[in-house]
């Protein structure tokens, strides 16, 4: 499974741990994901999403189906 939210495509980016001597040796910056589940009661069903604590945020703000709709605009979500 890669680490990827399914609703923002946010995943790990990469960059350098730098000791006190300021010597630098390659990291991953991982993204915060949690697996939920949420109901659209549009279609009448539930769905199970890998999303960052971004995407929570925007689904509280504006609601599941507004950001499923705006993540198939942007070609990110397939279904």
């Given amino acids: 499974m890669s ?45 199970t999403l890998k999303v960052s604590s971004r995407a929570l945020k925007a689904i509280n703000k504006k609601g599941i189906a507004a950001v499923m709709k705006e993540a198939r605009q942007k070609g990110i979500l397939n279904k």
């Fill in 3 to 47: 680490k990827v939210c399914e609703l923002t495509g946010k995943k790990a980016m990469s960059g350098n741990n730098v000791s006190f001597s300021i010597n630098k040796t390659k990291r991953r910056f991982d993204v915060n994901l949690s697996k939920k589940r949420f109901y659209i009661p549009e279609e009448d069903r539930w769905i």
